[in-house]
């Protein structure tokens, strides 16, 4: 809210136009100076003008980061308000209630990150294996859904206890989601010693000899711009440059959008699950990104932050 205020100097009065804006848990209080006399309200309006502007650039310094590329500020300041709300209606939850709201959040992401790779387990088959530890699905679907819950399990103590991103966790995740998968138990934990093909896709995946070396360059790349790119632009292109490596022999799809929201929710920004109704388009962007195409991809992933944040508000 934009007010008139005072400041007395030296026995005089100063008039100010005033506004607080929030960003994360500090608030800052912007000015624009009018004069000796308060103004009239003809001239609140070009007052205000000069305070929105001051503003802007303050969002585009303190939001953009100086090397985003692909995010405006209109995007920022959007996701910017997702995430204080969703933090504001997260803080007012009792244990209880929040503990249920991770679960039934956890079984949607399992569900749909498991079936985006082809499983056949619905939402409510999820739900039982992992609440009433029935046998449904194929063994592999119901390991697929158990070693994904684990791996979360795992990945919320991480993120506790704000563990850097490096080599050592991607590798254990992996581990824990390919464990006891069958023909792919060998593999769990390690970068592939093998070549991979995918039949839906035109792009020649890098010679396994090349993966550690191309995995410590992106970890590089990550750390290097952690501090300096908007988070989801971060999160999204840590992703599709995993993806165009596809350095295991197995669970790459699902490691990275594990990943994805790793980095998501180190910034403060909510955990987002992409749904298989969106599979299609999400492998798009994917096959664009191979090619160095990042922008299709980020603006995805932004404007799935933005859905599923409508869908706490229905559901709040």
């Known amino acids: 809210m934009v007010k008139v205020t005072t400041r007395e100097v030296k026995g005089k009065t100063y008039y100010y136009l005033a506004k607080n804006i929030r960003i994360g848990k500090k608030v800052k209080t912007f000015t624009q100076y009018f004069g000796l006399n308060k103004p009239a309200k003809s001239d609140l309006k070009k007052l205000e003008s000069k305070l929105n502007l001051k503003i802007e650039k303050f969002y585009v310094g303190e939001l953009l980061l100086p090397n985003t590329e692909f995010i405006d500020i209109k995007t920022a300041k959007s996701i910017e308000r997702i995430r204080q709300e969703t933090q504001n209606f997260l803080s007012k939850l009792t244990a209880k209630q929040k503990k249920c709201w991770v679960e039934q959040e956890r079984e949607k992401f399992i569900t749909n990150t498991n079936a985006i790779e082809g499983s056949t387990l619905t939402l409510d088959e999820t739900h039982r294996i992992l609440k009433l530890k029935e046998r449904l699905g194929d063994e592999r679907e119901r390991l697929e859904v158990l070693n994904m819950e684990k791996?979360?399990?795992?990945?919320?103590?991480?993120?506790?206890?704000?563990?850097?991103?490096?080599?050592?966790?991607?590798?254990?995740?992996?581990?824990?989601?390919?464990n006891k998968i069958p023909d792919y138990d060998k593999y769990k934990g390690i970068w592939r010693p093998v070549d991979v093909y995918i039949k839906s896709s035109k792009f020649d995946f890098p010679r396994h000899q090349f993966v550690p070396s191309l995995?410590?360059?992106?970890?590089?790349?990550?750390?290097?711009?952690?501090?300096?790119?908007?988070?989801?632009?971060?999160?999204?292109?840590?992703h599709t440059k995993f993806t165009t490596i596809h350095p295991f022999a197995d669970g790459n799809g699902r490691i990275a959008r594990l990943l994805m929201n790793y980095i998501l929710q180190q910034q403060g920004c909510p955990f987002t699950n992409i749904p298989v109704k969106k599979r299609n388009p999400y492998f798009d962007t994917q096959e664009k990104g191979h090619s160095e195409n990042y922008k299709e991809f980020i603006l995805f992933l932004a404007e799935q932050i933005k859905e599923n944040y409508d869908e706490i508000k229905k559901r709040k």
């Open 151 to 178: 791996c979360l399990e795992y990945y919320d103590k991480m993120i506790e206890k704000n563990r850097e991103l490096d080599e050592g966790l991607i590798l254990e995740l992996h581990c824990i989601l390919l």
């Open 215 to 238: 995995m410590k360059k992106t970890l590089e790349w990550y750390k290097e711009n952690k501090e300096n790119v908007h988070p989801v632009e971060l999160a999204a292109k840590f």
